[in-house]
């Protein structure tokens, strides 16, 4: 099998508005990708830390694996002003009798000081900041016990039912996401104590409100609200690496939430609507593979999988075929499509980009390749299982 690109599949090369690609050979060509995010951001790294990343640095995180990822995330504000200060005015205490306590100086999920204990033996108070608007903001924060295990309600008011968590002694990011009850909807509460917790101490770090159906990567503030940009991640390859008339775009992608308000799209083409092969992770939570050609324009979609899942996929194109491969399966395929001309697919983008970098692809990618030759059945099926 000729892989003309190869990148990611635990071989990294990062530099600042670049993220490389490399051969067969296992040589960094380069073949790279402009990157762009106009500002910082966060990532796990290697030692399971939380890391904050430079302006336009792309985020290779290592979130549940070690073999990593590139993660790409649309932009997103925490509303949260002080995600880490849980002493600030901003937030408040409030109980039906003993007032909570806090105390800080513990090892936090990235290597510093700043978590803090909260401990209320009655369980009947809270603490909570009102700088959240928006009931249906996605809420997340880290939490762990003090010792042993238990339970906690978490990001909002005890009266709701999405909101209590299993706790170890292990950090854990937790998350609500969809619309709060009516009481105290525009608040965030770190911690109520209150309702069906078991909990009477516990450390947490790391608040976030995002106004989203989904939680992004941690975006840390220390007095407002702080934005971080979208990323784009386009514009490599060429015709001597990309062969148009045959060959085979292969991923192994999870999107950042099933369905989304846009289509997700990792593309190859001539830039315009005219020539391209698109791999999609579509809106409505499908995953298809596109092929449209000067006298072709085909489609094929399998909706029986999970979009956030990481999935193995592949897309062929030769003459007289396209087809779609997915987690070891010839999900879909068109034995009608007339295949591109030569040396008209040259680009390769995390993007649709004959539409000038829309449906960018948000989400998380292990691993991308491009080969130049139509690849046979059994080569496909090994290659995505």
Known sequence: MAATIKYGDTKWAVKDGNTLGYNDE?????????????????????????????????????????DGHLLLEPQSTNLITYSEDFEDSSWSNASVGTTPTLEGGYTAPDGSNNAYKISNANQDSFWYSSSVIGAD????????????????????????????????????????????????????????????????????????????????????????????ASETCTNAGNSTLINSTEGVLYAEIAGLVDADTSDRVISLSDNSITNRVEMKLSSS?????????ASSDITLTETGLTASNFNKIALIWSSGKCALFINGVKEQEDLTFNTFASDVLFDLSFDSAYLGGSSNFYGE????????????????????S
């Open 26 to 66: 296992n040589r960094f060509k380069p073949v790279p990708f402009d990157f762009t995010r106009n500002s910082i951001g966060t990532r796990v790294d290697r030692n399971g830390l939380i890391e904050t990343i430079g302006n336009n640095i792309p985020r290779i995180d290592f979130t549940d694996n070690t």
């Open 137 to 228: 903001n996605s809420r997340t924060i880290w939490a762990r016990t003090v010792s042993g295990t238990g339970t906690a309600q978490l990001t909002s008011h005890n009266s709701n039912t999405n909101n209590t968590f299993n706790l170890t002694e292990t950090w854990q990011r937790f998350e609500v996401n969809g619309t709060t009850s009516g009481i105290g909807s525009t608040n965030f509460y770190a911690v109520d104590f209150r309702g069906s917790g078991t909990l009477t101490e516990l450390l947490i770090w790391g608040g976030q409100s995002e106004a989203l159906t989904y939680a992004t990567s941690y975006i840390p503030t220390n007095g407002s609200t702080v934005t971080r």
């Open 285 to 293: 939570g499908s995953i298809q593979g596109r092929f449209d050609s």
């Open 365 to 384: 990618v292990k691993a991308l390749t491009v080969y130049n030759t139509a690849l046979t059945d059994a080569e496909l099926i090994e290659l995505t």
